[in-house]
């Protein structure tokens, strides 16, 4: 048998930069997705604990499934392994998972990531050819997970369908790429390190599952690729103004650090003023200032640079409910040296930055003053206190 851990991850800082080419601050958490491997008769069977029973799932065949049930996400990495590597042996993959799911933790893409590394080492794929020509380092695999979910072409290995979202490798760069007690600032599009932060020693994030949950399908997912999507038109007006074929917004900004050419091309669509402002001020602006404060030890001032942030997300992203929003602020009204929301937006969690020892009573004073505004979203809410954790790694 073959096991396998892959952890979720928190975006500290770093709001819808990553598909668009910008930076981000993030970890790898203590929670995730434990996944086994062991010979079957045929197929590959596939059951979690999250629902009962198994699946039995063919490469190319659609198994039928609700849009957004969980075995579409493990069908479409059978689809993806097969038609890149050839036929899978035959398996029984058993999921168990302690991340609070449709949290902004990344419970779906630590899934998709963890039937992709099990089933890969359970078929010796990482020693063929194909694998190693393509799949060279952390970093290449990170790039490689993410096409599992928006089903984009990686090197010379095909893109399919994916899982119908339109976003970057943040999430899989997290998890396969941290190291344990860091911030990692990375840049995408590709995939680069700028510098990791050494996370407080005695300082610990609590997290807010806010209860309203941070869905990638329907029209969860459609809001969520809005905001994606409006990158991809800036960038078709940079590219027809200026001539150029540039891929995302950073690449862009490297030959228009000013981004004056940029708002010209934007003038007279307010949403794309937005768009291009918050990615301005989150990629450019926020997540370095935000890094450098905390490698100082300057926390009033990390704690002011999350503060914009949330507001940024609020007011130009928009990707931000009225319960996130009030999590942020009663965070920092009961004292966390910083607060904001993290992941998709549209729900999904809140984290705040405060001292370990006081992390327990924290967690449980932020849930009663959620409770007063909002009853019926705290019913559902759970806490998780966690600290940055070690990358995706076989279990012996």
């Given amino acids: 048998m073959i096991r396998w851990f892959v952890p979720g991850r928190i975006e500290v800082l770093g709001k819808h930069t990553d598909y668009a080419g910008g930076s981000t601050l993030v970890a790898a958490v203590d929670r995730g997705v434990t996944v086994s491997v062991e010979s079957a008769d045929s197929g590959v069977t596939v059951s979690t604990d999250a629902a009962p029973g198994e699946l039995l799932l063919i490469a190319g065949r659609d198994p039928k499934l609700p849009t957004g049930h969980w075995g579409r996400y493990a069908q479409a990495v059978i689809d993806r392994l097969t038609a890149n590597f050839g036929d899978l042996a035959p398996a029984r993959v058993r999921l168990t998972s302690n991340l609070p799911l449709a949290s902004g933790m990344s419970s779906s ?34 790039g490689y997970l993410a096409c599992h979910e928006n089903g984009m072409t990686f090197k010379n290995l095909a893109g399919a369908a994916g899982v119908g979202t339109f976003g970057g490798s943040e999430d899989h760069t997290a998890m396969v790429c941290s190291e344990d007690g860091q911030l990692g600032q990375f840049r995408f599009c590709p995939i680069r390190l700028q510098r990791r932060v050494p996370f407080p020693a005695d300082m610990s994030l609590v997290v807010i599952v806010s209860g309203v949950a941070a869905e990638k399908t329907g029209a969860a997912r459609d ?174």
């Fill in 223 to 396: 809001l969520y690729n809005a905001a994606s999507l409006a990158t991809r038109e800036i960038i078709k007006r940079w590219n027809s103004a200026t001539g150029r074929q540039d891929a995302v917004l950073g690449d862009a900004l490297a030959v228009d650090p000013d981004a004056v050419k940029l708002r010209e091309v934007v003038s007279g669509r307010e949403d794309l003023i937005r768009r291009l402002d918050h990615f301005l001020t989150e990629s450019e602006t926020i997540v370095p200032d935000a890094s450098e404060a905390l490698a100082c030890g300057d926390l009033d001032e990390f704690g002011r640079i999350v503060d914009e942030s949330q507001r940024a997300a609020e007011t130009l992203l928009g990707n931000q409910v009225p319960q996130t929003s009030a999590l942020a602020r009663i965070a920092r009204e009961l004292g966390a040296v910083g607060a904001t929301s993290f992941g998709a937006g549209f729900g999904g969690s809140v984290w705040a930055l405060v001292p370990t020892s006081e992390a327990p009573e924290f967690a449980n004073a932020w849930l009663r003053k959620y409770r007063d505004d909002y009853p019926e979203e705290a019913a559902q809410a759970t806490t998780v206190v966690t600290r940055p954790g070690p990358s995706a790694r076989r279990l012996d």
């Fill in 109 to 142: 893409s630590a899934l998709v990531s963890a039937i992709v590394l099990g089933l890969a080492d359970f078929n010796g794929l990482p020693d063929t050819p194909t694998w190693q020509d393509n799949i060279t380092d952390d970093v290449d695999l990170a």
